[in-house]
C-alpha cells in the first residue's frame, strides 16, 4: 500500500542562505517533477516552493527509498556538505505528513502565523503538478482534506483575522472607522518605504483613491506610480487633509509637519467627516495634540505595535482550536481512504445480486407466462426489495468497517468477495457461473428426493 | 388566531434575539441571518396580532398606553429590520430586538380584556393618526439612539485605543453614523407632523395650543433636540459624539412622552 511521504525545508528548520539554494521556479518545477516519477517507487508527486518552505509532497510504494532519493535530489540541488545540510530538512511519513499539508494550508507553519498567501502557493504547486502529470488520485485526496481543512480554519477561527503587521493594522483601523474602502481617499505625507507599504495594503483592501504629497513633486510622482496613486505638491497638503479620509505619514522630516492649527482648520473644512490618522515616523511628523480634535482619530507606531501584539497574542491562542480541526480532517481524509478500499466490493455485492435477481425473474417469466404491467411492476418491486434488505447489514457491516486497519479491511472485502462468488470471472462469465451453480443445486435435489425438489409436496 | 400567533411571535424574538447575540459574539453569518429571519416572523406575526387587535376593538390600536408599548415594540423592530437591510449593523441586533421585545410584552401582558369594547374613540380620528405617527417617529429614534451609542462606544475604544477585542464586533463608526442619520431623517418628519396634530388637538379641546403636561411637554423638547441636531448637522456639518449624545437625550425625552400618556 502507498504512503505519503514529506520531504524539504522551511524558515524554521533552514536559514534563508540555504532556502533560497533549494527554491525552484514554476518552470523549473514542470521540468523536474516528471522526472521523479517512477524512481524508488514514487508514483505522485508535487512541489512546494515558496521563500519560506520547499518542501516534495510524494505519494510512494517504498517510502523508505522515496525519502532517500529525495533527500539526495535535494543535497545536490543545495551543494552543501552533508554535516550543513542534513539538519536543514526534515522528513514526515503517512499520517505526519498529510497533517503537515493540512497545517501548512491552514497557515499554521507559517511564519506569520495565520497568513493566507500560503494556501494559494499550495494550489499553484497542485496545479504545476497536475500540468507536469505527476498528481493523481492519491495526492488529489490529501489536497482536497487540506482546502477543506484550511478553509474551515480560517472561517471557524480567528487566526487570520488580527493584525500582525503594522501595516495589516493600519488597515484594520481604516475599517473600523469607515467600512469599506471603495469611496475613501488616502493621502500619504512623503514617500517613505514603511508609508508605501501601508499604500500597498490600502490598495489590496480596495481603497479608492490615492494621492501622494511629499516636498519634492518627483519623489511623490515615483511613490505614487508604484500603486496607481496621483502625486500632488506640498503647497496642496492644506487641501489634500480635506480631501483625504486617511493620512498616513512617514517623513524624514526631524520636526512635527501636522501641526495642531493646521489639522484644526482641516477638519474645519471637513464638516465633521472622520479622519484616521497613521504616524509612521520617528520623530513623529504629527503633533500629539491633534488627538484631541473631533472626529480626528491619530494612531502613531507605538499603538499600531499595540495592535499587532494582541493580534499575535489572540492569534497563537487559535492555535489549539485549529490543531482539534485538523485532527478532524485527518481522520475524517483516512475514512474516506480507507472507504474507497471497500467500495469496488460493495459494488461487486451489488453488481452481482442484482444479475442473480434478473436472472431468476427472467425464469420466473418464463414459468408464469405473461403478466400485466401492474404485475410486472410487483413482481419487480419484490424481487427489488428483497435484494435491497438481503443487501443492507453486509453493505452497513463493511462500510462500518472501512476505519479499520488496511489489512483487517483487505481480509473483511476478501471474505465477503467469497461468500458472494465475486471472485474472478467478468460479469458475463459471472451470469454462467450463477446459471451452472444453480443448474447443479437443482439437480442435487432431484437426486435427494428422487426428482422432487425440497419445497415440493 | 391570537393563541396561536402569540407562542409563534414570542418563539421567534427570542430565537432572533439568541442568534443575534451569537452572530455578534460568534461572528457567524449564518446566525445573523437566521437571526433576521426569526425577527421577520416575528414582525409580521406581531403586525398580524395588532391588526387583530384592531378589527376586534373595532379601532387602531392606539388608544391606550398598553396598545402604545405593543405598537411601539412592533414598529422598534421593524426599524430595526430596514436599517439592518440598509446598513448591515448586525451588532444593533444586541441592542434594538430586546427592546422591542421588551415593548412588545409589557404592550401585551397588560391588555386588558374589558377594553377591547369601548367606543371611547371612534375608529379612525385624528388623535390616531396623531399617535400613529408619533409612535413610528419614535420608533426611528429608538434606531437613530442605538445608532449613536454604538458610534459613541466606538469612537471611546479608537480614541482610548483600548478595548479593541469587543470593538471589532460592533459596525464601523461612519456606518452607524449614517445609519443613525438616516433613521432620524425619517422620524424627524413623521415626528413634526405628529407634534402639530397633537397641537391642533389640544387647542381644539382645550381652547389652548400648549399645556403643561408631560405627554405635551417631554416631546416637544425631544423635536427640539432633534430639530437642532438635525440643523447643525446638515447646514454645518456638526457630528462626532456630541452629535450623538444629543441624538441619545433627544430620544430619552420623546420616551418620557409615555409617562404623560393615558393608561
Known sequence: MSTVVLIGASHRSAPLEVRERLALGDREVLEGLPDVIGRDGIEEAMLLSTCNRVEYVV??????????????????????????????????????????????????????????????????????????????AGLDAVLRSAVRAAKRVRTETEIGRHPVSMAFAAVQLARRVFGSLKVRHALLVGAGKMGGLVAAHLRSAGVGEIAVVSRRY?????????????????????????????????????????????????????????????????????????????????????DLDGIVDQGRERRRGEIRKADVMLDAELDAYHRRLAGRGVTPTLVAMRDRVERVAETELARARERLG???????????????????????????????????????????????????????????????????????????????????????? | MAQLLIPVVVVAYVTGIVLAVVGTLKRSGAARGASAVALGIACSGQLALLVGLGIRSGRLPFSYSFELFATLGWAVLLAYLVVLARFRVHAAGVVLPPIAFALSVIGFWNLPEARLDSTWVRPVDVLHVHIGLATLGMAAFFVAAAMSFIYVLQDRALKTKRGWAWVERLPPLDRADRAGLEAMLWGFPLFTVAIVLGLALNASARGAWLSAEAKQLFPL?????FAGVLAARLLRGFRGRRAAYLTIAGFLLGLLTLIGVRA
Request: aromatic letters at 4%; proline letters at 5%; a negative charge.
Open chain 2, 221 to 225: 423638547l425631544a423635536w427640539a433636540v
Open chain 1, 59 to 136: 505519494l510512494a510504494s517504498d517510502p523508505a527509498a522515496a525519502g532517500d532519493a529525495l533527500r539526495g535530489e535535494l543535497r545536490g540541488r543545495a551543494d552543501l556538505p552533508a554535516s550543513r545540510f542534513d539538519p536543514c530538512v526534515y522528513e514526515l511519513r503517512g499520517a505526519k505528513a498529510v497533517r503537515h499539508v493540512l497545517a501548512v494550508a491552514s497557515g499554521l507553519e507559517s511564519m506569520v502565523l495565520g497568513e493566507p498567501q500560503i494556501f494559494g502557493q499550495l494550489k499553484h504547486a497542485a496545479v504545476l503538478a497536475r500540468r507536469a502529470g505527476t498528481l493523481g
Open chain 1, 370 to 457: 405473461p403478466l400485466s404491467s401492474s404485475q410486472e411492476d410487483q413482481v419487480g418491486r419484490l424481487v427489488r426489495a428483497v435484494c435491497r434488505k438481503l443487501l443492507h447489514e453486509p453493505t452497513v457491516h463493511l462500510k462500518r468497517s472501512a476505519g479499520r486497519r488496511p489489512s483487517e479491511v483487505e481480509r473483511l472485502c476478501s471474505e465477503y468477495r467469497a461468500i458472494f462468488g465475486l471472485e474472478g470471472g467478468d460479469p458475463s462469465s459471472g451470469r454462467r457461473d450463477v446459471r451452472a451453480r444453480d443448474a447443479a443445486e437443482d439437480a442435487t435435489c432431484e437426486d435427494v428426493d428422487g426428482g422432487r425438489g425440497p419445497d415440493s409436496p
Open chain 1, 218 to 302: 518627483e519623489t511623490a510622482a515615483t511613490a505614487a506610480s508604484r500603486f496607481g496613486g496621483v502625486a500632488r505638491r506640498w503647497d496642496d497638503l492644506g487641501d489634500a487633509l480635506g480631501w483625504a479620509d486617511i493620512v498616513v505619514c512617514g517623513t524624514a522630516a526631524p520636526e512635527i509637519v501636522l501641526d495642531f492649527e493646521t489639522m484644526r482648520d482641516a477638519v474645519r473644512v471637513r464638516r465633521g467627516r472622520p479622519l484616521l490618522i497613521v504616524d509612521l515616523a520617528v520623530p513623529r511628523d504629527v503633533d500629539a495634540a491633534v488627538q484631541q480634535l473631533e472626529p480626528v482619530y491619530l494612531y502613531d507606531v507605538d
